[in-house]
């Protein structure tokens, strides 16, 4: 059985506008530790010998082919419209089933960085193990380090028999406020969805099936064109027939809160969702006032700011503290690191003031 | 007896800096009231009917045109180099009392803003008539608003008999500390030195005479060069010649301070002198939030910034007071308020980090 990594590069998001943009999401952008590299091209570097297939929607795909020059052409997968995660991953699904009817495929977001690759692969390889050993569907539960508030949680409960580092999934948890995150924390019993999961095609497929119908019936027809003499071509044409009426779901949502045997595994390998400008912080080496520079700058009497910049311009940050300050392109941001967040409150601000060819 | 009008616009400085460089000096920006308008341009077109000659270092002499189309070729004077305020100020009244004996000069920085034109122009009559019939050096005495540390003062005594709007100067004086500023303040005996002053030609090259006699005989020489065959082109192959060695000094420091019979106007016309980046909000108008804003930007819960941008640019500005945001083509700046003129500490970076090209 063949071992799969299906990378979701579809995501968008405008949590670190302005570097990234309606059309040029945060994936494509070098916000990891290492600033000549691509979220999206460290993620499939940290894949080694697995075969990775990179899924992204059709309009963005020139620009990850571009991001990754090494691939083979049979490592990128189009949708051809943006149907959420559900779609995205059955169609993956098909089309690995179709390579090899007993593939395991490990799912995993574009946009993260990880600080331990080795601690990494060391998860991925037991997630792969015992999602194909025991037909389960695997998570990774990121352990937490603080009471998040960004981040959906996952229950867990008994490890099973064993294997007593596989834990039983009792439920999917929506984001919480600040004091039961807390409780979380205490308790040892959440970990962060990390949106990483490990199972057999077949399997997935069969979740399909049973939670989402409609779409399973959708990829039915385009594993059929597949196996047809017209093969990828034909089931390219099917998909861009049937897939613009699939429901946008996500894979949380249509299947994973409704699957039975989901397990989690435990990750401790310096996760981090690159989730705002203020988390570069966490993982960016500070000089020695504290500040995180990513930019070609000068910081005088400035202390525990974020700056970030195209190389070829430059940022002066004179007698403030604690804050962020991007240039990218043709737009500026200035925001307290503490409310990093609330960038998006500035981009839905451009479409109010006619300045969507901003955002 | 034609009256003119000698604006000085060669000076440099980098307080506005980013929109201010090395080649691009703050009188080509639009820093006035009037964002349509450089202050240079703005300049002479509060000057009315006063015969305008432009003073300004050749490597600018280009931008100087560019920026006001209208004039004719005789109302601009290149310096060969810059040699200050004195030299040039000379140079003017040479070539000025060369087209008439009997010129009287009003010398005029081209980096100010004034509110009240109105107010600018009775003074400026005024200048012109005392500087004519009593054959003094007038100066206009900017009326302080506030204990300024960052001018230079003019120290007045009894007014003239006969003309009890003119005071005679009892002294220049440097820029002082804030608590002499604010004595200066309270007695009402200082007023801010504005840099503006008139005279007979003649009168000023008898004083440069006296008081710099090796830039006079320089200056004598470019003289008979004008009134030579040669004309124009041979002056100014003559200054080409002797102005590399003329000493560099100012104006105030050269001869005004050695000089008697100077005398003050009291000026209270809405004068700025665009030193800083604060200084916008003196007399552009704010937001409902106190933020006054020359840029294409969105505001979220901000509060008394000054934000300055190029029009083709964004600035996003969320949860922060108080502070100068400035875009200027490849360059941005981060600095509070109440700071903006440290902007000369970044200045000074940039060439530390062998980054000059963005001064």
């Given at each position: 059985?063949?071992?799969?990594?299906v990378?979701?590069?579809?995501?968008?998001?405008?949590?670190?506008?302005?570097?990234?943009?309606?059309d040029r999401?945060?994936?494509?952008?070098?916000?990891g530790?290492?600033?000549?590299?691509?979220?999206l091209?460290?993620?499939?570097?940290r894949?080694?010998s697995?075969?990775?297939?990179v899924?992204a929607?059709?309009d963005h795909m020139?620009?990850?082919?571009?991001?990754?020059p090494?691939?083979?052409?049979?490592?990128?997968l189009?949708?051809?419209?943006?149907?959420n995660?559900?779609?995205?991953?059955g169609l993956?699904?098909?089309?690995?089933?179709h390579?090899?009817?007993?593939?395991?495929?490990?799912?995993?977001?574009?946009?993260?960085?990880?600080?331990?690759?080795a601690?990494?692969?060391?998860?991925?390889d037991?997630?792969?193990?015992?999602?194909?050993?025991?037909?389960?569907?695997?998570?990774?539960?990121?352990?937490p380090?603080?009471?998040?508030?960004?981040?959906?949680?996952?229950?867990?409960?008994?490890?099973?028999?064993?294997a007593?580092?596989?834990?039983t999934?009792t439920?999917?948890?929506?984001k919480?406020?600040?004091a039961?995150?807390?409780?979380?924390?205490?308790g040892?019993?959440?970990?962060?969805n990390?949106?990483?999961?490990f199972?057999?095609?077949r399997?997935?497929?069969?979740e399909?099936a049973a939670?989402?119908?409609d779409?399973?019936?959708?990829?039915?027809?385009?594993?059929?064109?597949?196996?047809?003499?017209g093969?990828?071509?034909?089931a390219?044409a099917?998909?861009?027939r049937?897939?613009?009426?699939l429901?946008?779901?996500?894979?949380?949502?249509?299947?994973?809160?409704k699957?039975?045997?989901?397990?989690?595994?435990?990750?401790?390998?310096?996760?981090h969702?690159?989730?705002?400008?203020?988390?570069?912080?966490?993982?960016?080496?500070a000089d020695?006032?504290?500040?995180v520079?990513?930019a070609?700058?000068?910081l005088c009497?400035?202390?525990?700011n974020?700056?970030?910049?195209d190389?070829?311009r430059?940022i002066?940050?004179?007698?403030v503290d604690?804050?962020?300050?991007?240039?990218?392109?043709?737009?500026?941001?200035?925001?307290?690191?503490?409310?990093?967040?609330?960038?998006?409150?500035?981009?839905a601000?451009l479409?109010e003031?006619?300045?969507?060819?901003f955002?």
């Amino acid at each position: 059985m063949r071992r799969f990594a299906v990378v979701l590069a579809g995501g968008s998001g405008n949590r670190l506008w302005p570097a990234s943009r309606v059309d040029r999401p945060k994936q494509f952008l070098a916000l990891g530790a290492d600033p000549a590299s691509s979220l999206l091209a460290a993620t499939v570097r940290r894949l080694g010998s697995l075969e990775p297939l990179v899924v992204a929607g059709a309009d963005h795909m020139e620009q990850v082919r571009a991001d990754l020059p090494g691939l083979p052409e049979e490592a990128f997968l189009a949708e051809p419209v943006g149907r959420n995660t559900a779609a995205a991953i059955g169609l993956a699904a098909v089309h690995l089933s179709h390579r090899d009817p007993d593939a395991v495929m490990g799912v995993l977001p574009a946009d993260h960085h990880i600080g331990d690759p080795a601690g990494f692969r060391a998860v991925v390889d037991r997630a792969f193990e015992v999602a194909a050993a025991r037909d389960v569907i695997v998570t990774v539960g990121i352990v937490p380090t603080r009471a998040a508030t960004g981040f959906g949680y996952l229950e867990v409960g008994a490890t099973l028999a064993g294997a007593d580092d596989v834990a039983t999934v009792t439920r999917f948890v929506e984001k919480p406020d600040r004091a039961t995150a807390e409780q979380y924390l205490r308790g040892g019993r959440h970990l962060w969805n990390g949106g990483m999961f490990f199972a057999t095609a077949r399997r997935l497929l069969a979740e399909l099936a049973a939670h989402m119908p409609d779409t399973h019936r959708a990829l039915i027809e385009i594993g059929d064109a597949l196996k047809s003499p017209g093969g990828t071509a034909a089931a390219a044409a099917t998909a861009a027939r049937l897939y613009p009426d699939l429901p946008s779901i996500s894979i949380d949502y249509g299947v994973m809160e409704k699957a039975t045997g989901v397990v989690a595994l435990r990750g401790d390998f310096g996760w981090h969702d690159v989730g705002s400008w203020a988390a570069l912080a966490d993982y960016r080496p500070a000089d020695p006032d504290g500040n995180v520079v990513a930019a070609t700058a000068v910081l005088c009497d400035a202390h525990r700011n974020v700056v970030v910049g195209d190389p070829d311009r430059v940022i002066a940050v004179v007698g403030v503290d604690d804050l962020v300050v991007v240039q990218s392109g043709d737009a500026v941001l200035v925001i307290p690191r503490q409310r990093a967040e609330e960038v998006r409150a500035a981009v839905a601000a451009l479409a109010e003031k006619d300045l969507t060819r901003f955002q």
